[in-house]
């Protein structure tokens, strides 16, 4: 199955959630991976390894990942869809570029699929416990976008919606996945390329005289000329102007630029964020999940549906950025708030900023077994 | 005359950015003759500006990447060799240069220059070496030689310094020189070859450093610090690297590794058509 | 309807490419939804090693084994461990030269297959997972032998195809006769 010259295996496979991921990006025209060796993401690298060059695509191993991910910002600039993958150490010595990458809007994905911390922790074991660095994790005041799949059918549609979000908005976009959906495996439908939405970056229509590669337009995202296209540009992780051009003390420059690129993903909340409902319309109790434990809650709410219990799901697609809006909304009407998590407690927070007076409870679980339905379950009763 | 006239006379103006100006390096800084000895390198070999890119990591020798006028990217601290390592492989048509500094590439960013050497990576890094961290006030780095006075060796540097072309040369790069700000024609010369070879290379040009190293290693102004280099540089030709170490007395300087080996590059696009050829035999059968 | 299977041994046994084929057979060439999850620690021989599967004609919520309607056990530290977690009434099949120590109390249906045995005879103990599969088929009907088959032959390493082919028929066969 692996043997094949084409970007888009269409027909029907039974995948893990890493190889779903891996075909994903390729779906997506990604032609360049930058990785290092960390369970349990390997088999995403050793999957790109086969594949790309079956594609005339690019792999490379890099001596770490701090390595893996300035590689991927420079393809990313010299013109490829451009994607890393790895687990909580190596996302922890991303950090520093991709901050970098914010600053130099480039377009690219990282893949973290989620083991348990902190330090080297389980590495064969299920956590969700990176959600709160996917946001924060690099300095200063940034926004970035992250998708948290809980099928391995999404770990296919979502990193290719990841690369399709990172070229419409100039922003790292990660797929936050957990080690059980990364390992686990199930029925993915490829479906034929013709079929498959693909969002490349928009380019330059000025000649490159006119050309200032910050300037944005009016969705805040400057158009992006790559090297080697004869626009001559400079970018830096220094604060600078629409022109690229350091602005090391101006105040204004540093207000303007930092708001803008926060501003571009907050005013495009509506457009980005993506989450799924389930029998919200009446529901006391609501659950709101992502990735594995959305799937103990899914069947958690049915069950408690067949028990009289008014339960319903919001399983979020996207996490980041959170959407407030919405929690807010579905706060007002509900009695209760669960929120599963396999951490000590992460988007439990955001979710208790959003619900204001109404009372949400943490399933915090640990290691390696993710919640069960019965849990969930009586965690409703309780509430 | 202002210094708005002065640059458009110069005959290296349209290889700059000219808005840039003036620079941010002090007076008598290495890093002018080093930027200059690039451009007119440039300039000699009648290269596509278009297909250049100029890649720094953090330090002052880092702004050299935002002064030309080709396509550039100042990275984080250390991380340039592994950008560029990015680029190139994704855009082969491109000559890709990393000019950055001696702390920014050979301590923080030390693990990428071996590994980008060791790979064969169709880069050309040009280092300047100024023996300390200049940009953050003088303090030692991987260059500064032992007993050196520096702002956190206040009791004199008790860490040996690193050889840089032995490094090189060590790790698998295919060119590697060293030239001190003096000797600019035969700088100029080694980038114009550097850039028109293949495989991994670094020029390493020993640069003054008069308002932070040398005031503080009472080394005397710039001046007095070149007339140092022409007195001490000994130039050799194919000089067993491992023997070439920086004394006060003593500075080994020329070409010391010059050898052809295919770059990761092409034993990528070799590696790929192969596969892809297997691929195409395979299923038409 | 859901039914959950269980194989748990250690690492090298196949346990994780055991739950593996019976989930492609079930998915891809048994018109049913299936899922497999697994859980293994940092050696890639020795450790234990548990694989888990869930079949159903619905869709797959829950992924994950909770009480499993099947168990498939391979070392003794995997029965101690697992045993106690099948559900009343479930069928547990297990290799008895590694599982010597059995409880008889329990309220579930073991069937003792010598899968270890039998791969020897066939020459290479590292089948003793499938000849444990082909019981497991042909004791729980689960999937057809067909869809099994086209699983194992797809799931082994290139060359050794038939080899596993005759694993899985020796371990069908003894199944069925024990199933009577």
Redesign the interface.
Known sequence: MAKNNKAVLTGTHFLSGDLACAEGALAAGCRFFGGYPITPATEIAERMARRLPQIGGIYIQMEDEIASIAAVIGASYAGKKAMTATSGPGFSLMQENIGLAVMTEAPLVIVDIMRGGPSTGQPTMPGQQDVMQAKWGSHGDYEIIALAPSSVQEMFDLTIECFNLAETFRVPVMLLADEIIGHMWERVEIPPSNEITIINRKKPVVPPREYHPFQPDDDLVPPMACFGEGYRFHATGLTHDEKGAPKTVSIPEQTKLVKRLCGKIRTNTDTIIQVKEVTLEDADVVVVAYGIASRAALSAVRKARTQGIKAGLLRLITIWPFPEKLVAQIAEQAKAIIVPEMNCGQLVREVERAAKTTPVSLLSKLGEEPHRPSEIVEAMRRM | MNNKDLMLQHPLAKYL?Q??MPHIWCEGCGNGILLNSFLEALDELQLD???I?V?SGIGCIG?A??YV????????HG?AI??????????P??KVVVISGDGDLFAIGG??FI?AARRNVDIKVICANNFNYGMTGGQYGPTTPLEAWTTTTPYGNIEHPFNLVHLAAASGAVYAARWTTLQVRRLKASIKKALQKEGFSLIEVISPCPEIYDRYNKLGTAVEVMKWFKLVSEVHKAYDPAKAVITKNRIIIGEFVDIEKPSYGRL?RE??AQ??ED??G??TK | MRTEIRFAGFGGQGIIRSGLMLATAACIWGDKNAVQTQSYGPESRGGSCKSEVVIADEEIDYPKVDEPDIVMIMSQEAYNKYVSTAKKGATILLDPSMVTEVESSLHLKTYNIPATKIAQKLGKTIIANVVMLGALTAITKIVTPEAMKKAVAQNVPRGTEKLNLAAFKRGYEYGRQLKG
């Open positions: 950015r808005e840039r500006l278009d297909n890119v890649i702004r990447a935002g006028n080709v396509d550039s990217f100042h990275t984080t991380r592994p950008f560029a390592t990015g680029v190139k492989l994704a855009n048509q491109l693990n990428h590994h990528l590696m790929t596969v892809k691929l195409e395979e299923n």
